[in-house]
């Protein structure tokens, strides 16, 4: 199989990461599971029907079936002149129970491959571009790889498509309809689209915005042509929302056509999911056998394409003049055709997602992982990834439980909570300024999130929402109760905790943000305080953590935290140390997975030291009950 690791010298590798990037790992892992569970269902479904038909295999010269009610043809929709045209899809029901092969194992066959602009071929006089003889189908055989030049027209270079006709025939069977003894069902014909058309990668206007003069202006002239597209939607969070990269020609250097070795499969329609269906060709005249449940496949030929990264691409413009081509030809095994084609079709149908999906950087990164991740440290990231998830949804339950039951805020560091609104705000508005980056299933993901942290607040301040009779929007009002002592207590060790937190943020929030002005470039001013922002939080979000650990030392006890919550917490950043290892992010962002385990073993170490006192309120406010109240308890039984 041909990995994709030829590129073009005039696309290099953009090492930066969005800070979606940064955080994808959740969403990631969940969709990752998801397509993992979804490949090994299809892969083990048995392929074979519970009884095997008892039929003469024909070979295309036999006679020994019976036609169809209908031809192939009856249900493509191309043009009167035009003979080979892709496999066309034929309703379920119309289909017959299974499937045998057409041609015999072992039968020798040529494969050619044309490659034009064309999307119909039609030039049977041609020499093809690269031809592979004396190949027996149905067998294992030694890959074969053959590279060629193909010249870039004024088509191809203006967002043209490129195709490959691929022709597997029995050997020295002619593809001309017209020839003498030319036979249909000879033939397998199967056309591939070399051109893959992805978004035109963004190319942000950017400058310092503390230089100016004759080098701004240059680069301004010079990006100008490029970015004409991004404001025909106009400006603003609105502009931003529905502005989308127009699609570009890109070109992949390689391309693995794989036959299938399995050449004796029957096939049983009801263990054959579309992805693989798609693949399988039937004879021209749809016949069956006797009994009509059975009827014949041609040779199943698979463009493989899951090891192409997107990455590798380049784009196809006017400074390209040649493209380079290495035609991979190989058997592949039944096992792996299954699982190929369905995390093939899986991957595309997320990639195509209109809420967002998987990015082209998750796909590549999926496919990066298996290429260059130990197979035992891969097993072991998949496992635990699963876990990853119930911890996560079940951190989430806990989490609204225990503030749904909390009816104060003592032993709660309030103020945190409102910094979290507000960094969630900064995050929230730094994904809609680079949406081109960003899927809307993380947008919505984060504008819930930021009505859960509003509601926390709300819960904190024991402020309520007042509808007022005749009016469509209500008010918002404080209820009317008094505060206890706890929670005057809990105020003011908050209170003190974010004054040395003042002293440690702001300069390195200052220092930080004077060199970003600097050194860095930015898109405008509202760009830079956002992007500012949101790498401090990055970088520094951490600390506002602190603050609670304050308040549990002053108060010398842990019964106000959610501890359920915190564990399932603790053991998710402890399975995002692991994958800090597997994924590839930069070093920041591994140290940032692991920082995050310091303050979780200092909460482990209060709950440690801060033993149980059956007087202290829990976290939803309960007191537990003395040891004179026990006694009173006992002797009313007693009596």
């Not at 004024?154 to 043209?160: D, I, R, S």
């Not at 039937?282 to 009994?291: A, E, G, I, K």
């Not at 680079?434 to 504008?447: A, C, D, K, R």
């Amino acid at each position: 199989m041909a990995e994709d690791t030829k590129g073009s010298p005039s696309a290099p590798a953009n090492e930066e990461q969005s800070f979606y990037q940064k955080h994808k790992g959740t969403l990631m892992r969940m969709v990752f599971f998801w397509l993992f569970m979804k490949v090994f269902t299809a892969a083990l479904t048995p392929n074979t029907p519970a009884v095997t038909p008892t039929v003469n295999t024909p070979t295309s010269t036999e006679t020994t079936y019976t036609p169809g009610h209908s031809v192939l043809r009856d249900y493509a929709v191309v043009p009167e002149d035009i003979y080979y045209f892709p496999h066309p899809t034929i309703p379920i029901e119309e289909l017959p129970d299974n499937f045998v092969p057409l041609w015999k194992a072992g039968t020798p066959v040529d494969v050619s491959v044309y490659v034009s602009e064309d999307a119909y071929f039609t030039d049977y006089s041609r020499q093809p571009d690269w031809k592979a003889t004396d190949i027996e189908y149905g067998t294992q055989f030694e890959p074969i790889e053959h590279d060629i030049e193909i010249t870039a027209t004024k088509t191809m270079q203006h967002n043209g498509t490129v195709y490959a006709h691929l022709f597997v025939t029995q050997k020295n069977r002619s593809i001309h309809p017209k020839d003498k003894g030319f036979l249909p069902d000879s033939v397998v014909y199967y056309r591939h689209v070399l051109t893959k058309f992805y978004p035109q990668k963004a190319i942000i206007k950017q400058k310092n915005l503390l230089k100016g003069g004759e080098e701004e202006e240059e680069e301004e002239h010079m990006k100008e042509e490029e970015h004409k597209e991004e404001d025909v939607n106009g400006g603003g969070i609105l502009g931003s929302l529905g502005r989308r990269a127009p699609l570009v020609a890109y070109w992949h250097p390689n391309v693995t056509i794989s036959l299938l070795a399995n050449g004796d499969s029957v096939f049983a329609k009801t263990s054959l999911p579309p992805p693989i269906m798609k693949y399988i060709q039937l004879d021209t005249q749809l016949s069956r056998d006797v009994t009509g449940k059975v009827g014949f496949y041609k040779p199943v030929v698979f463009p493989n394409e899951f090891w192409i990264l997107q990455q590798n691409a380049y784009p196809v413009n006017e400074s390209v003049t040649t493209l380079p081509l290495v035609i991979r030809l190989e058997p592949i095994s039944l096992w792996k055709f299954n699982i190929f084609a369905t995390l093939d079709d899986s991957m595309k149908q997320q990639a195509s997602n209109p809420l967002g999906g998987m990015s082209a950087s998750d796909i590549d990164e999926v496919k990066r992982m298996f290429l260059e991740t130990n197979p035992v440290l891969l097993g072991t990231t998949i496992a635990v990834s699963l876990l990853h998830s119930l911890f996560e949804m079940l951190a989430f339950k806990n989490d609204i439980a225990f503030w749904n039951k909390k009816s104060n805020s003592v032993g709660v560091s309030v103020r945190t909570l409102i910094v979290n609104i507000f960094f969630q705000i900064v995050i929230f508005l730094y994904l809609l300024d680079n949406n081109q980056e960003t899927s809307w299933m993380v947008l919505i993901s984060q504008g819930f999130g930021l009505l859960i942290e509003f509601w926390k607040v709300f819960k904190a301040l024991k402020y309520e929402l007042i509808w007022t009779p005749g009016s469509l929007i209500p008010s918002l009002g404080h209820q009317q109760v008094e505060s206890t002592k706890e929670e005057d207590t809990t105020a003011e060790y908050d209170a003190i905790a974010f004054k040395y937190l003042k002293w440690l943020s702001y300069p390195l929030l200052t220092a930080y943000a004077v060199y970003s002005l600097y050194y860095d470039e930015h898109k405008s001013w509202y760009s830079y305080v956002l992007k500012t922002l949101v790498e401090f939080v990055y970088m520094f979000g951490f600390i506002t953590m602190l603050p609670q650990l304050y308040i549990n030392y002053r108060l010398k006890s842990v019964a106000h935290m959610p501890w359920k919550t915190l564990m399932y917490k603790s053991l998710n950043t402890f399975i995002d140390d692991l994958f800090a290892f597997v994924i590839k992010m930069p070093t920041l962002h591994r140290l940032a997975c692991l920082r995050d385990d310091f303050v979780f073993f200092v909460y482990i170490y209060q709950r440690y030291a801060y033993k149980t006192d059956p007087t202290r309120a829990n976290e939803y406010g309960q007191v537990g009950a003395t040891e004179e109240e026990e006694k009173e308890k006992e002797v009313k039984k007693n009596q």
